[in-house]
């Protein structure tokens, strides 16, 4: 058996498409959602995925604002220009790009996100608000994978899902969220004890770890859903995952790729969290 592959392009590609008509509509209204993506330094990968994010904006109709600081900006500069995005009306979305300089505080910068304008879903109350099952906004990571269940109709509920990954950012939010979806969930980490013996029994595996292909054929159960978050370079430069594609798609039923499998649908639920926002500012839903 060979698994069917997940397209996270074309999943998103037709998630974008519903978007952009949301975004026609609200401009009939003469109201336009505005993403703000703050960057501090020079990381190339952080400069390719705020490009791409403000490339994604354009498509849909979303109104952006790219704001690239110095790598020695300070934090009490950078909580300001926060403070004056969560004013600003034309913004219904602020997105700070992690990681950031080691002399600014994460979880300062985080809090200091309007609750009202946190579309990545990572203020601590909306990460609180998840665990009760009321959340404001979704962390766009986990929101993409639930998409991606839905749109291949994984019957979620009963389902033994295991997450192998306990981030905050991935792991937590997405065992929290399947919880919600009435799955029995199992967390692990890559320090698990005997972790095969967990992932050999999950209909439904998810790997956020950030170790490349630690997770092989022998570790999945046959017919199981595997959505792979990692993405890891080699030293060949090749991008890979923490599955090991090539022999667990043997395996599994379904499998998503790296690179085009997850990471599409992280910066659509971006943008979808960003139209929700503007939606609710204006008392549309």
């Excluded at 020079?42 to 690239?68: M, T």
């Excluded at 969560?86 to 994460?106: A, R, T, W």
């Excluded at 019957?155 to 792991?171: C, F, L, P, T």
């Excluded at 890979?240 to 085009?260: L, N, R, Y």
Aim: proline residues 4%.
């Amino acid at each position: 058996m060979t698994a069917k592959i997940i397209d996270g392009k074309e999943i998103s590609s037709k998630t974008k498409e519903k978007l952009k008509q949301r975004v026609a509509e609200l401009k009939e209204r003469w109201i336009t959602p505005g993403l703000a993506v703050v960057i501090v330094g020079e990381d190339p990968a952080s400069q390719v995925y705020v490009r791409n994010k403000v490339k994604a904006c354009e498509y849909v109709g979303i109104y952006s604002e790219k704001h690239a600081l110095a790598e020695d900006t300070s934090e009490d500069e950078l909580l300001k220009l926060i403070v004056s995005l969560n004013n600003n009306p034309k913004i219904n979305g602020v997105l700070v790009q992690l990681s950031l300089p080691e002399h600014i505080n994460e979880d300062k910068v985080l809090e200091t996100i309007s609750v009202k304008k946190d579309v990545d879903g990572l203020h601590l109350y909306n990460v609180g608000a998840l665990v009760a099952g009321n959340t404001i906004f979704l962390p766009c990571t986990p929101f993409g994978i639930k998409v991606m269940l839905e749109e291949i109709g994984v019957d979620v509920e009963g389902a033994k899902a295991v997450v192998v990954g306990r981030s905050n950012i991935v792991g937590k939010p997405m065992a929290m969220l399947l919880l919600e979806m009435n799955a029995t969930v199992t967390i692990c980490t890559s320090r698990t004890r005997d972790l095969k013996f967990h992932t050999e029994s999950a209909d439904i595996l998810i790997v956020a770890t950030g170790r490349p292909k630690m997770i092989t054929a022998d570790m999945v159960k046959p017919g199981a859903v595997v959505i792979d978050v990692g993405i890891n370079r080699t030293e060949e430069g090749k991008l890979v995952g923490d599955v090991d594609f090539d022999s667990v798609k043997e395996v599994a039923g379904h499998i998503t790729p790296v690179p085009g499998g997850v990471g599409p649908m992280t910066i659509t639920m971006l943008l979808a969290n960003t139209v929700v926002s503007a939606e609710r500012a204006n008392k549309l839903s």
